[in-house]
């Protein structure tokens, strides 16, 4: 099962892409995140959410959906 | 003369009633900046019964790109004072209140409490979990927006004990891990429309429509036109917490907070600062064991007498009002990392002894 990931924010930037899709198979939210971060490096100093299937999600949650979205918080006023 | 909410009356969903609720009504706007200006514009034209504005800064030429009720001639001048001026010849049958000051965990409680709903203007963290945290205490609603570059995201938390912003974000960022303010542009319509979403939620839930955007993130892209809507859940332990606690809880990241004073129990002995005594020369008692620069607030100082360096400058005086006034000749003059001393002279001197 293909998902699609999407980059918002200053992930974006650090991913370089705003989506891309991935193919590697994950148990857990936990598990995509860290490999997100394995192969963004930057991710690792940043705080952000999952969401998957438009529903933002735990780390512990199963991962289910095809559509992933990583969400950071913002800052600006 | 024809009724100026007429429009709003006329929409079966508000009528006559509506109106009135929206006229009853007290939002409280923190920061009147790129979100707070387009907010207060629409809530006002609205006919929002009591309005309060609260922003401790001042108006500078990089804001005028999209804080849209500041013009050239308001440069250096307090934003929630002008902002109420220019508010004021909109809508003169509304109730309008400035706070120039910032909002602490000291008076977090004093002024929320006085609105029902809590519009989040800010450009920090460290007010939005403040906003968010009185929020839950005092059962307000609060509307927040944020901006990244092209991006905006808006929600609102604490409705009907609905969510909350730490049900979103429990853990606050670190300080630099979130680019601040001034480090990243904005294209200056995205603050309008995410200000503008933010005025009409409060509508909304002023009207008491159902379909608001409690437990929901809506995350709004200008450049691909995508608006994405986010569903997310409650978090009780987060809620809990605050209202054990029974007080908000500041969190660390200060990072564009913006605040004129300075306590001394805030100041570490190895911090690089520059001490200016704005007390006139024959004031006593003189500070013996630090070094410190004279600029009594009587006399004129021009911009490039105070050389801004890597040092923190803070001023002081007797008790803390002249050093004020200062730091805000100082901000007017486009000096940063000024601030007053809360303390006085001789609170100083002990202090200066000590370290």
């Known amino acids: 099962m293909k998902i699609k990931v999407r980059y918002f924010g200053q992930i974006k930037e650090i991913t370089g892409k705003s989506d891309e899709y991935l193919v590697e198979q994950f148990e857990t939210v936990q598990s995509l995140k860290s490999f997100l971060k394995k192969r963004y490096p930057e991710l690792n100093a940043l705080n952000f959410k999952i969401a998957q299937d438009n529903k933002i999600d735990e780390d512990s949650s199963h991962l289910h959906g095809t559509l992933i979205d990583l969400l950071p918080p913002f800052s600006g006023g | ?355």
């Not at chain 2, 969903?13 to 207060?40: D, M, N, Y």
């Not at chain 2, 309005?51 to 849209?68: C, E, H, K, P, Y």
């Not at chain 2, 429990?170 to 904005?186: A, F, Q, R, Y």
């Open chain 2, 1 to 355: 003369m024809e009724n100026r909410y007429q429009r709003h009356i006329q929409l079966t969903e508000i009528g006559t009633e509506g109106q009135q609720k929206i006229q009853k009504s007290k939002v409280l706007v923190v920061g009147a900046g790129g979100l707070g200006c387009p907010a207060l514009q629409y809530l006002t034209a609205a006919g929002v019964g009591t309005l309060g504005i609260m922003d401790a800064d001042v108006v500078t030429a990089s804001n005028l790109q999209r804080q849209i009720l500041f013009n050239e001639n308001d440069l250096g001048k307090n934003k929630a004072v002008v902002a109420q001026e220019r508010l004021r010849q909109l809508n003169s049958e509304i109730i309008i209140k400035s706070y120039p000051f910032a909002l602490t965990h000291e008076n977090v409680a004093d002024f929320i409490n006085l609105f029902e709903i809590i519009i989040d203007g800010t450009d920090n963290f460290y007010t939005r979990y403040l906003i968010n945290d009185q929020c839950i205490l005092s059962q307000k609603v609060m509307i927040y927006g944020a901006l990244f570059k092209f991006e905006g995201q808006v929600s609102v938390f604490n409705h009907k004990d609905g969510p909350s912003y730490r049900c979103l974000f429990p853990s606050p960022p670190k300080v630099g891990e979130i680019p601040n303010c001034s480090e990243v542009g904005v294209l200056g319509v995205v603050p309008g429309i995410i200000g503008t979403y933010q005025a009409t939620e409060a509508l909304k839930i002023i009207l008491g429509f159902e379909d608001v955007l409690s437990g929901k993130l809506l995350c709004v892209n200008l450049l691909n036109h995508s608006n994405t809507l986010f569903n997310f859940e409650k978090r009780d332990t987060e809620i809990k917490k605050i209202k054990k606690l029974k007080r908000v809880i500041p969190i660390e990241n200060k990072d564009c907070f913006v605040d004129f004073e300075v306590s001394l129990t805030q100041l570490s002995s190895n911090e690089k600062i520059m001490w200016i005594d704005v007390r006139e020369k024959d004031e006593a008692p003189r500070i013996t064991h630090l070094e410190i620069q004279e600029y009594p607030l009587s006399r004129s100082i021009t911009s490039n007498s105070i050389v801004q360096g890597e040092a923190k400058i803070i001023a002081f005086c007797q008790t803390g009002l002249r050093s004020k006034a200062f730091v805000q000749k100082m901000k007017n003059k486009g000096i940063k990392n000024c601030f007053s001393l809360k303390e006085g002279a001789s609170e100083l001197n002990d202090w200066g002894r000590k370290i």
